[in-house]
């Protein structure tokens, strides 16, 4: 049985837009970026398993950054983050050049 409640919402048509486009960005269905939104405002837990509130912090933190270095945008940063994670694995002291 869903758990969640059913719920009609009206929303200006230019808000529904951005929402729209921001759900596709974060590969979220549009309701669950509202509710990811919404929950993340109210500083409330995304899961449903009962996990802690530092552990759904958390694991919220990570998905939001993934998703964001993931967006077409952010590849060189990606790059350059990965860069320094395979520099710091190798010894070295900085990113790596080139890319």
């Known amino acids: 049985m869903d758990e969640n409640i059913r719920s009609q919402l009206r929303l200006p048509p230019a ?3 951005e929402l729209k486009v921001e759900a596709e960005k974060s590969g979220r269905s549009l309701n ?3 509710v990811h ?3 993340a405002s109210l500083s409330m837990p995304t899961t449903s398993s009962g996990g802690t ?3 759904a912090s958390s694991s919220r933190l ?3 950054t993934a998703a964001q270095l993931a967006a077409p945008e952010n590849r060189a940063k990606l790059e350059q983050i990965l860069g ?3 520099s710091a694995e190798q010894g070295g002291a900085g990113p790596r050049e080139g890319g």
Do not use: P, Y
Request: proline fraction near 0%; aromatic fraction near 0%; charge should be neutral.
């Open 84 to 86: 320094i994670i395979l």
């Open 62 to 64: 990570v998905a939001t």
């Open 37 to 39: 939104r919404l929950m």
């Open 32 to 34: 669950s970026e509202i």
């Open 15 to 17: 808000l529904h837009q």
């Open 53 to 55: 509130q530092a552990g």
